[in-house]
């Protein structure tokens, strides 16, 4: 099945009971042993499994083209197993690119994942310098995001997976802003592609869901299964019917993301108030040619530096009418951020940074906008 088809049919089936083409769903948190003590629907308790997030798992490993699935209750639950599922025989060293998403950077300095990992931070764009770190010292998980989270960076998903393959160390990349729609990493060679299911999949700013998909059978998918269970970071049942309903339309909602996002970037980098624009679409972008080989197309993410600083970038937000003040992202409303400002004194974001989420508005009702805004 292609891919359009695999996000209505993958992971469902006609309800037996009512013969309902929509999926119930399922709130029960036990389920009926038969006569003879076994389990005939292989349920038995909600933390456990679920049919819903059963259906949620089955349908973002087909999409992903991978072998298993484990959804958690958000992204950041994803986040943070992963870098505890790390296997014991496993070196504790973790390469993290300096452009991360910031819930990350909070993650490491707030909690005891910062302190009982060793964290290195490398460009990683700089391919020689990534290669450098990592052979530097025994290491067991490197971490890609691409295009990255404010500043969309592109890293080479192939070259890095390869180093780390050599390295013995396991590789995720987090594909949240790509979806699978727009980039594979599992057939780049990568073990874990990771998703804040929140954003596009579920596409409509109503549930939270993280997932990882595996690209194979592992201890460390071992490990994610069990914290899973063990520890309980479950979605509800209704959020995991709520992301199966989005993903339905995510290949067609993906395309207008992305056209609308190219249309205002291009705009935005002719405007006169606008110093720089970060979008792997426009050719000057230095991840350019990276992004089209490994993209089918470029997303629906950018952020622009407004001339002047804080105060001048702050006041063409509040401008906006269309474009919200709000933070998350790949929802069917255009959003728009002064990333500094939320993320404070450790932010990789310049002062006069918006981050810009394109929603699925006619493109010349957001253009006018932004217009009006930036003058």
């Known amino acids: 099945m292609r891919f359009e088809t695999k996000a209505i049919h993958a992971g469902r089936q006609i309800d037996k009971s009512t013969s309902s083409v929509t999926m119930p769903i399922h709130l029960s948190t036990t389920f009926e042993r038969g006569a003879d003590g076994s389990y005939p629907n292989e349920f038995v308790y909600s933390r456990e499994n679920n049919p819903n997030r059963h259906a949620l798992e089955e349908c973002l490993t087909s999409l992903e083209g991978g072998h298993d699935c484990v959804a958690f209750a958000s992204g950041m639950a994803a986040i943070t197993s992963l870098i505890e599922a790390l296997p014991a025989d496993k070196p504790r060293r973790v390469i993290m690119p300096d452009d991360i998403y910031f819930g990350i950077r909070s ?137 199966l309903r989005g993903v339905q339309s995510l290949a067609q909602r993906m395309e207008t993301h992305c056209s609308n996002t190219a249309a205002i970037a291009d705009f935005l980098k002719q405007h006169l108030n606008v110093e720089a624009v970060h979008y792997p679409g426009l050719a000057e972008h230095p991840g350019h040619h990276i992004a089209e080989r490994q993209m089918s ?79």
Not at 208 to 225: E, V
Not at 311 to 334: C, D, N, P, W, Y
Not at 340 to 352: D, F, Y
């Open 297 to 375: 197309s470029f997303g629906g993410m950018l952020s622009f530096q407004v001339k002047g600083g804080q105060e001048e970038a702050m006041a063409v937000a509040a401008k906006a009418q269309l474009f919200i003040r709000a933070t998350s992202l790949g929802g069917t409303h255009s959003l728009i951020e002064h990333r500094a400002s939320v993320e404070g004194s450790t932010t990789m974001a310049p002062s006069n940074l918006l981050r810009v989420s394109v929603g699925l508005e006619h493109v010349d009702d957001l253009k006018e906008d932004l217009l009006q805004a930036l003058e």
């Open 107 to 243: 993650l490491l300095s707030d909690t005891d994942i910062g302190t009982n990992f060793d964290i290195e931070i490398v460009d990683m764009t700089d391919i020689h310098n990534v290669e450098k770190t990592i052979k530097k010292a025994p290491t067991g998980l490197v971490w890609m995001e691409t295009p990255s989270n404010p500043l969309l960076k592109v890293t080479d998903i192939e070259a890095v997976a390869q180093i780390a393959q050599e390295a013995g160390a396991y590789t995720v990349v987090d594909n949240t802003w790509a979806t699978p729609v727009l980039q594979r990493p599992l057939k780049h060679g990568v073990d874990f592609s990771l998703h804040a299911v929140t954003k596009y999949i579920g596409g409509h700013s109503d549930l939270m869901i993280g997932a990882t998909i595996a690209k194979s059978d592992s201890p460390m998918l071992a490990n994610l299964r069990a914290w899973q269970h063990s520890k309980g970071a479950v979605p509800s049942p209704f959020d995991c019917w709520l992301a």
